[in-house]
């Protein structure tokens, strides 16, 4: 049979449809864009001439789907647009030109769904085309895989099989947990004394193989040792049949098992790749980033690096077999899961040209390598850090931190990093240091009865800081910059007895109590005067080049609110603009770098910014708040902007978008 894969046509840099000048349509064919994750377009029927008339144009309502999160970044194929929505994870495809429904498929309700703790997190779907038809690829919370008919939403004959659940179709969808090795109910899952697995981002199609990653509970809500690893998994994009597994907690024999110094590589797990993967369909690799072994924040009864948790991963498409690894921390406990899709990205070094991918992270680090061979583009080093207080817990004496590109983010609490706007403000936030353990980066987490008398230990970036989920990085792949938002956010979990932590959940995994897991509540200083202890900004983008490996600029994210501008302690006081302390969603085009925010008194804007300057282009207000993501396509010569707003996507144009057809709001 005949398979094209549709992403593959913008690998690294976007194909453009008709000319430059004349755009009649340009796609948007994965959640990130392309295969490569860029989120840009080459799109530029909107530019800095003509930003200020953009409008409103029409919205999709999602609430008869209980759509919530707005997580889902749609594809644009073929004049419409294929998302998902709700926590039943509903698949809907839509018309791009007015937002109306043409089809959908939901599958039927399982305990596996119900117990799902990323019910309405999906992120996306996947589509390829197979003898001529498209079909999309979806992986649902009870972590089965369909395959539907782009037309109908209806599930494709000949793929997969029977499901032993009443209700579900006869073809077109495969049960993933028969393929990783554990007993397992059809409707009930893995018990859970075992573990538990699910999914929260799309599957990808690469070279006739769907890759299949995964997720699990997390780990700050996790007291017990058991769980299962979160291997991945491939499929035949045609008939469905398995292909391979990769084990990402290495059994005897296996690449890295030394990495686990007891037995808990038989009976721990997570290390799943809950955010999207990225691939190079001409290496034939897919690229899987991972999250930390079980239970967050204390490791003592899982010794050791622990590969492959908390790692990039270059797997070969047709065997699974890895072609090469990079551990970005190791012995991770403090919630450090790589949380967005690496980007790949063409870039010349020294005037060679590399074949680069680049992992932005939640400890504000971009990690760049050659990702042909997995070579660092700059030395990593292995860089000292400090020891556990927590009996039992032995963490890694180094931390591999990159000498190139520098940090974007906190990393290290210091007294000068304080607030100081004025004397008085600076004191006070000294002062509601003084009960907290602090200092460089990878200060680990104290239990609730540590010697020292503290109330717990405060590390930066926190595990809501620096890159997160709702901060996808996004890149220009021609000109080699990557745009990553990050927010100055630090952490204190408290570290109480597995017995304690074990009453705050209903159904937890594993059976053995853990010697310590974190407590209820996330605490940390706060300053009297109700502002950040740290100078701003509390957000920002930051502009960085992969041909050098340097910064170019950083701007804060949106204006700084009214909150502090309006606050009693700061009157008189010219602070700046402090940036919102939340992420930018971004999308970068062949005339700009875009990111919807807010301003200062919370309406939801969408700001132009040049992308070699920072210089902000435009501003105009939005209907909604955008989070997670968004994404531009044009559609019959048309550009249309589409935000994630929670229940509803929103989309913007220049006037004249609904000739021929009219608006509704659907």
Excluded at 154 to 160: C, D, K, W
Excluded at 180 to 202: A, K, M, N, R, V
Excluded at 342 to 360: C, E, N, S
Excluded at 551 to 564: A, K
Aim: aromatic share 10%; hydrophobic share 35%.
């Amino acid at each position: 049979m005949k398979i094209k894969f549709i992403a593959a046509l913008m690998l690294l840099c976007a194909t453009f449809i008709g000319t430059a000048n004349a755009q009649d349509t340009v796609e948007w064919l994965t959640l990130g864009s392309d295969y490569a994750h860029t989120r840009f377009s080459p799109a530029n029927k909107i530019d800095a001439s003509n930003f200020d008339e953009v409008e409103a144009a029409w919205v999709w309502d999602g609430s008869s789907f209980d759509a919530q999160s707005g997580r889902a970044t749609p594809s644009y194929v073929d004049g419409r647009l294929v998302f998902v929505a709700g926590p039943r994870r509903h698949v809907v495809v839509a018309d791009a030109g007015t937002g109306e429904t043409i089809c959908s498929y939901r599958e039927p309700n399982t305990y596996r769904h119900e117990y799902s703790m990323r019910k309405d997190y999906g992120k996306g779907v996947s589509i390829a085309e197979i003898d001529g038809k498209k079909v999309i690829y979806i992986v649902s919370p009870a972590f089965f895989l369909t395959a539907l008919d782009f037309d109908t939403c209806s599930p494709i004959e000949g793929f997969g099989g029977q499901i032993a659940v009443d209700g579900f179709p006869t073809t077109g969808v495969v049960d993933l947990l028969a393929d990783l090795g554990h007993p397992f109910d059809p409707y009930d899952g893995i018990p859970l004394e075992t573990g538990y697995i699910t999914s929260s981002s799309p599957p990808i199609v690469v070279n006739g193989t769907i890759i299949v990653g995964n997720s699990a509970e997390q780990g700050y809500h996790q007291s017990r040792i058991e769980n299962i690893p979160g291997d991945i998994l491939a499929y035949d994009a045609v008939t469905g049949a398995f292909k391979w597994k990769f084990n990402v907690i290495p059994k005897p024999g296996e690449y890295g098992h030394e990495t686990w110094e007891n037995d808990a590589w038989q009976w721990t797990g997570d290390v799943s790749s809950w955010a999207p993967l990225s691939a190079d369909p001409e290496l034939g690799l897919v690229y899987i980033p991972t999250n930390g072994a079980t239970v967050d924040f204390y490791g003592g009864f899982r010794p050791g690096d622990n590969l492959f948790s908390t790692s990039l991963i270059a797997l070969d498409v047709d065997t699974g077999e890895r072609a090469w690894h990079y551990q970005l921390v190791h012995h991770d406990i403090w919630n450090y899961d790589t949380p967005t899709a690496p980007i790949l990205l063409d870039v010349t070094i020294d005037g060679r040209k590399v074949p680069a991918v680049a992992q932005a992270t939640k400890q504000a680090n971009l990690y760049a390598f050659n990702r042909e061979t997995g070579e660092p583009l700059w030395p990593i080093v292995e860089t000292p850090v400090p020891a556990s207080k927590i009996p039992g817990e032995k963490l890694a004496a180094t931390q591999p931190i990159p000498s190139k590109p520098a940090a974007y983010e906190l990393q290290e609490v210091t007294l000068d990093e304080l607030v100081d706007f004025t004397p008085e403000l600076r004191q006070q936030a000294i002062e509601a240091l003084a009960d907290y353990d602090y200092g460089p980066f990878f200060q680990p987490p104290l239990h609730r009865d540590n010697d020292e008398g503290k109330l717990g230990a405060l590390w930066c970036p926190g595990d809501v800081g620096g890159t997160n989920i709702n901060g996808p990085a996004a890149a220009d792949p021609t000109s080699g910059i990557i745009y990553v938002t990050s927010v100055k956010n630090c952490s204190s979990r408290i570290m109480v007895s597995g017995a304690e932590a074990d009453t705050q959940y209903e159904a937890p995994t594993g059976t053995t109590l853990a010697q310590y897991a974190v407590g209820a509540g996330r605490g940390g200083p706060r300053h009297p005067a109700g502002i950040p202890l740290f100078k701003p900004p509390y957000s920002r983008i930051t502009a960085i080049d992969l041909n050098t490996g340097e910064h170019l600029w950083y701007i804060p994210v949106g204006e700084t609110p009214n909150r502090y501008l309006n606050n009693p302690a700061l009157q008189g006081i010219d602070i700046g603009n402090t940036g919102t302390g939340a992420h930018a969603v971004m999308a970068v085009t062949d005339t700009m770098l875009m990111y919807a925010s807010q301003t200062s008194d919370g309406t939801p804007a969408l700001f132009a910014v040049d992308k070699a300057t920072g210089k902000q282009l435009g501003k105009i207000e939005t209907p909604a708040v955008a989070r997670y993501g968004m994404m531009t396509y044009v559609h019959e010569g048309h550009q249309f902007i589409l935000l994630q707003t929670g229940s509803s996507l929103t989309t913007l144009a220049l006037p004249g978008w609904d000739e021929g057809h009219g608006g509704n709001t659907h």
